[in-house]
């Protein structure tokens, strides 16, 4: 096992009925911003249980955080908090509003030009405390201290974090996403399932806790998935999703083990340049990554196979084969599409795909670093 | 699933050399009151190490607190932490002395007779902050806020806990772990490993994560275990006993789930009143316990057979008994005897083992409650 530090101070209130915490969390008379996406919280109720739990604030609201949210519209929040002179954040909605609301708790402290947080990576020494109502499984972001925000203008998509940028509380009602439109619960399955992969198909350092919390959280994937789609008021299906996905990603099963995240920054460049879902990019790359690295990521493969696929063959390449197909085959299944071609992007969109990632400093990806462009454009070019 | 809040602030840091990150940790000049046990820090370097990362601090020591520790030592550490006006206590050692450092967290903060924190559960509203080193994988007690004290005078032995005693920070060095004496490692096998059955063995709730981690850290267990024992300087498998043990009780796998603890409540009675270990305990009651209550754990028995011990059979009776028998064997295979009778006790010291519990209003005990003073009898009469 590798050496490591884990903290993670979110609390996490979870279940029917639990947008009523908000009342506790956040003291009478606070100076709160209340930030949203578009129109979802006023169709599944979630808004007029929020501001009902809010009365007791001295309330503002910013609506209309996108997907994939944008710094220009990020930057008109902050300037806003900083019109009322906010005292605490409140972000309801899924991982673009979430991470959204992260990036303006760093601008809202931040001296100088915030869009340095990104591309510079200056770090940030503080951000104004926030919690979130989340209501779409996916991202993880309600349990961590990470983000990723889009600059429309450069067609930038680019990701930050900091100890100062985990929620001081995060309400997580399954009921809230009984009315998701099957693509966002689709796209939430695969975010989830890829971020498990990204921190265990590397190579093995004997984390055997790690291994297990990984393909538990998979096995469970591949069992609620196809359940929670066929059946979206399955509360205890949507339950099982939503605490797979804070758990993909709030720091656990990373924690002691290499990572590897090529597939999500080759799959930010996508997103970025052609609009694809986050989810959706996964979904293409990460099979093509696996395929093309599968000799430096073999043992982890095989355990894969076995543990979270129940495959048997005496041969490791066919089991190998195997573990490819079943996931490609798994997100199929959920009717999010594998292939660029399905998306009408052929070969002649790679060059500059590539371009982007040597811009970003993208050249050295993966648990070994060893994702140069070359990989990446080898890996795309499985991809099409 | 059930609903539930899920909270833990503690920074664990990891790994060889981890030791050091105290120095960071705790401000320069802090008054800090360093606890410990008997002789084993100094054998094992641990002491000369802490020593070390303390330098910047103000430091005063406590050593001597016991296995199962006492009232009385404990309130003498309260007074001596008052006398050098300590701001910061530091528990170095396993869960008997970090119990007993958050008990004096709490005791120095306490207003009257601490006492009352223990036998009539008067809530703490704030305690001294705290950090630990730990160097015994066992009770989880280096990322939980709950303890277990002893009173001597009146053979007592009662849990406490409080949302205040979860500590700042936790140092787990496996490698601090080389020379613990193999009974110690065998316990704390067999006390991690009944601390995820006290959470998973109830009834299904369809709560797949939990399920799934519960299972994990049992496996990893039954791998790992005669492993670590056989070979006590093999790095990762202690690292992988230290994580499982810490994983098994810092909230994660009990959340959203019913919990028994009658066993542990059962075994708190036989060590208060004979002296055996606290693992001990629960390798004799956990077993009859299970036995006893098979019909109302039916189903999880049924999937514990299957999941953790691979177990095939039609016959779902078959499989309890089979299940039961593996878990049985386990602890007698780390050395750990499964019976009272083992250690010269007889069904004569029944009676006074239940007229405790019921002392102690423990009297409505499992995840149903139904685990009354004639089901602790008949449950202890199974474990002769």
Redesign the interface.
């Known amino acids: 096992?590798?050496?490591?530090?884990?903290?993670?101070?979110?609390?996490?209130?979870?279940?029917?009925?639990?947008i009523a915490?908000i009342t506790e969390e956040i003291p009478k008379g606070t100076r709160v911003l209340m930030t949203y996406g578009g129109g979802s919280v006023h169709r599944n109720g979630v808004y007029d249980q929020v501001r009902a739990a809010l009365g007791h604030t001295k309330l503002t609201e910013f609506g209309g955080i996108e997907a994939n949210p944008r710094f220009e519209t990020l930057m008109r929040a902050t300037k806003k908090a900083r019109e009322v002179d906010a005292e605490f954040l409140l972000a309801v909605g899924g991982g673009s509003v979430i991470d959204g609301t992260k990036f303006i708790a760093a601008a809202c402290h931040f001296q100088g030009d915030a869009w340095d947080i990104l591309v510079n990576k200056v770090p940030i020494k503080s951000a104004m405390p926030f919690g979130t109502v989340l209501t779409l499984p996916a991202t993880g972001s309600e349990m961590n201290s990470g983000a990723v925000i889009t600059r429309t203008s450069t067609q930038e998509k680019l990701p930050f974090g900091s100890r100062y940028l985990y929620p001081q509380f995060s309400i997580l009602d399954p009921s809230t996403t009984f009315t998701l439109p099957p693509r966002q619960v689709a796209n939430g399955i695969v975010d989830a399932f890829v971020h498990v992969l990204e921190q265990y198909l590397t190579y093995p350092v004997?984390?055997?806790?790690q291994?297990?919390?990984a393909?538990?959280?998979l096995?469970?994937l591949i069992?609620?998935g196809p359940q929670t789609l066929a059946e979206p008021h399955d509360y205890?299906a949507r339950?099982?999703l939503m605490?797979?996905a804070t758990?993909a990603l709030n720091g656990?099963i990373g924690?002691?083990v290499p990572q590897d995240w090529s597939s999500h920054m080759i799959g930010h460049e996508i997103t970025a340049l052609h609009g694809l879902d986050h989810a959706q990019t996964l979904a293409i790359v990460l099979p093509a990554n696996l395929q093309y690295r599968r000799s430096a990521k073999h043992t982890k493969l095989v355990q894969y196979a076995r543990r979270v696929w129940d495959l048997e063959d005496e041969n490791e390449e066919a089991l190998i084969d195997g573990a490819i197909d079943h996931t490609r085959n798994f997100f199929t299944s959920l009717n999010v599409p594998t292939r660029l071609s399905d998306y009408g992007i052929g070969s002649d969109a790679i060059p500059e795909l590539v371009a982007r990632l040597e811009r970003h400093g993208m050249v050295k990806l993966g648990e070994k670093r060893d994702v140069n462009p070359k990989v990446s454009r080898d890996i795309l070019l499985l991809a099409v």
């Open positions: 096992m590798l050496n490591f530090t884990f903290y993670n101070p979110t609390r996490i209130h979870f279940g029917k009925g639990q915490h004997q984390a055997p806790v291994d297990r919390f393909e538990g959280l096995r469970t069992e609620i205890n339950a099982g605490w797979v758990m656990l924690a002691g």
